[in-house]
């Protein structure tokens, strides 16, 4: 098969890649890296890349030529920035998204795999928490990737253009954004523990988020592509552990001698999180393998080690 990725080169993306290629796929990536989260981006010299937007509609869609399934993850996707600067994120996980469903509708691509959030559920929803609640976006972020969920469902009813929707319950890993204080959690503070300094708390900790394994996304996204299930199609599903901890416990979990401090309450973001992924499981065939607790024993050990030797 012959793919696309957007946001290729970025944390999900670039794993989305590598398991592609191994599977003997054709990749072509979108990227404009304008992401400024990361330390660096990953490349696959297997893969081929295009340093574009996936806003610009008539600069991308000559290259979805040919191609049979796209992986949609090209995204402004940190909260902060998207509250501070509302356009921005409308113009990346909006126009960007119509733009991949337009340019896959012209080609006639089989179909589009769309990477979306949990942060859909706001603060309103009881966890665990259901495909079939209500949306309670409480920010840019999560009102403009929603839109893209609702893009992603009428070009299908409409269009008849396949599409699956992921909603991702925050995702660590290997490769993980780790610069700014916006970066995600557990790649925050492991950086802050290989340099010593104290873990930044933001609130009191007591908010909880149901930690996802990158490697079972990547799962979840080939069984979204590939799987033949027809009650797929046009709908959205959960991809989380079923399990949630509290950031208190994330920083037990990587300083042992709980060297951290506090930082003010953000606004526009979720007390708690937990995903009720049967859905996924009776329909795509996915199940989570990854323990965090497991990884985050291990890898912090490496850094511990590291830092020793």
């Not at 599409?163 to 492991?190: C, D, H, M, S, W």
Request: net charge negative; glycine share 8%; with cysteine.
């Amino acid at each position: 098969m012959k793919t696309i990725v957007t946001g290729g080169c970025g944390f999900i993306g670039s794993h989305i890649v590598d398991r592609l290629i191994k599977d003997g796929h054709e990749v072509v990536v979108i990227d404009d890296e304008s992401a400024d989260a990361h330390d660096q981006f990953h490349y696959n010299d297997k893969a081929e890349y295009n340093l574009l937007s996936v806003q610009d509609h008539y600069d991308i869609i000559d290259k979805f030529e040919g191609v049979d399934f796209v992986f949609h993850l090209a995204a402004e996707s940190r909260i902060q920035p998207c509250i501070q600067n509302p356009l921005m994120a409308s113009l990346a996980n909006v126009v960007g998204t119509c733009s991949v469903l337009q340019a896959a509708r012209e080609h006639g691509i089989k179909r589009v795999v769309y990477s979306s959030t949990s942060a859909a559920y706001g603060v309103k929803n009881p966890i665990p928490l259901k495909e079939d609640m209500p949306n309670d976006c409480l920010n840019a972020y999560s009102t403009s990737k929603v839109a893209g969920e609702d893009l992603c469902k009428m070009f299908y009813r409409l269009y008849g253009l396949e599409t699956v929707t992921l909603r991702y319950f925050n995702v660590y890993g290997e490769r993980q954004p780790t610069k700014g204080q916006y970066a995600p959690v557990i790649g925050l503070f492991q950086r802050q523990y290989a340099a010593g300094e104290p873990l930044t708390v933001v609130g009191d900790g007591l908010q909880t988020r149901d930690f996802t394994h990158v490697l079972d996304v990547v799962e979840a996204n080939m069984k979204a592509a590939f799987c033949d299930n027809g009650k797929a199609l046009g709908e959205t599903f959960n991809i989380g552990t079923g399990v949630n901890f509290s950031v208190m416990d994330i920083v037990k979990m990587v300083d042992k001698e709980e060297f951290y401090i506090n930082l003010p309450q953000r606004l526009g973001e979720a007390r708690d999180t937990k995903a009720d992924s049967s859905k996924a499981k009776d329909i795509l065939g996915w199940e989570p393998k990854v323990k965090l607790e497991d990884w985050l024993n291990e890898s912090t050990s490496t850094i511990s080690n590291a830092s020793e030797s």
